[in-house]
């Protein structure tokens, strides 16, 4: 069973600043799903990475895939009250593994305007 | 709306009482995926259909959990007998076909509490 560990678990930040979180495993993802999950809604696609290295960029969300496709990272530039929600990533199944997503357990995002 | 739609958002329930969580999935939408959402983590896989047929339920816990879709359409999950440790919100999540790269789409969620 692959193990996703995403970090850090809290964050809490002033309006404007910037942050990064990650998620990290110790196997291989053939592609890696971020979603964002608003206070009692469910978690909405933002973006999927597929290949090594590569960077997705969505408004001031910055996406990176590393280069051994083991880890990933989101990055948020001039952060808004709006960005706050949980954080989540979910590797896509391998080929004929089932189509189930397995979230890492999140990162928990307050934005204080 | 054209979104994921689950009934009733929130549900509270006496220990041991049954519980029906309802499913409506995106018109077309040939897969379907339930998950359960304990307070403070990520969502964990339930089960899968594919149309009427439930191609996994590896994730149910127990077997007082069972989920049905009989006509490919609505699903149904089903609690018997519920524990306290059942309390969580629960996904429904849907996508058009049936391989791993369709996008999923998730209904908004039932949050239960069991006293």
């Known amino acids: 069973t692959q193990l996703l560990e995403q970090s850090p678990q809290f964050l809490s930040i002033q309006e404007g600043e910037n942050l990064t979180v990650y998620c990290n495993s110790s196997?291989?993802?053939?592609?890696l799903q971020w979603y964002r999950q608003e206070p009692g809604e469910g978690p909405v696609l933002l973006v999927t990475?597929?290949?090594?290295?590569e960077v997705k960029k969505l408004k001031r969300l910055t996406f990176q895939f590393g280069d051994a496709r083991k880890d990933s990272s989101l990055h948020i530039t001039a952060a808004q009250p709006g960005d706050t929600g949980l954080y989540l990533c979910?590797?896509?199944?391998?080929?004929?593994?089932?189509?189930?997503?397995?979230f890492g357990g999140g990162t928990r995002l307050m934005v204080k305007p | 709306g054209a979104g994921v739609s689950q009934s009733p958002r929130y549900k509270v329930a006496k220990r041991g009482q049954d519980v029906a969580l309802r499913c409506d999935p995106i018109?077309?939408?040939?897969?379907l995926f339930w998950y359960q959402q304990a307070l403070g983590q990520g969502p964990e896989f339930l089960t899968y259909?594919?149309?009427?047929?439930?191609?996994?339920k590896s994730g149910l816990p127990s077997d007082r959990f069972f989920a049905e879709r009989p006509e490919g359409s609505v699903s149904t999950l089903k609690i018997q007998r519920t524990q306290q440790e059942d309390s969580a919100v629960y996904l429904c999540?849907?996508?058009?076909?049936?391989?791993?790269?369709?996008?999923?789409?998730f209904g908004a969620g039932t949050r239960l509490s069991v006293l």
């Open positions: 999540a849907s996508s058009l076909a049936g391989y791993a790269k369709n996008i999923q789409y």
């Open positions: 196997s291989v993802f053939s592609s």
């Open positions: 990475v597929v290949t090594g290295g």
């Open positions: 979910a590797p896509l199944p391998p080929r004929n593994a089932g189509n189930m997503l397995t």
């Open positions: 018109s077309g939408h040939v897969s």
């Open positions: 259909f594919q149309n009427e047929a439930q191609l996994d």
